[in-house]
Nanobody
């Protein structure tokens, strides 16, 4: 059974930092690229970042490039998202996912003073 369990969300002030983690299981983790997505209240889910299967290539949405860093550990089957210089518009539920596989429950990030 494919499973993604996101964690690390919380309340942070503007300009602050937060690191999200995602533990994956039930599939050949090291063969898949991995993505982070987010969904803000009243908005559609949007793609945030991607790392390739080897962890050597990363891609980012324009809105987060330079502030967020995606990485993965193919031994521990985890993917992380380091977020810095956070803005109120980064407030959303964040999800990790491999292409075509099931969604997890997500983790809430709230950026507010």
């Amino acid at each position: 059974q494919v499973q993604f369990v996101e964690s690390g969300g919380g309340l942070v002030q503007p300009g602050g930092s937060l690191t999200l983690s995602c533990e994956a299981s039930g599939f050949a983790f090291s063969r898949y690229s991995l993505n982070w997505y987010r969904q803000a209240p009243g908005k559609e889910r949007e793609w945030v970042a991607q790392v390739n299967s080897a962890g050597t290539l990363t891609y980012y949405a324009d809105s987060v490039r330079g502030r967020f860093t995606i990485s993965r550990d193919n031994i521990k089957n985890t993917v992380s998202l380091q977020m810095s210089s956070l803005k109120p518009e980064d407030t959303a539920v964040y999800y990790c996912r491999a292409p075509g596989l099931a969604w997890g429950q997500g983790t809430q990030v709230t950026v507010s003073s």
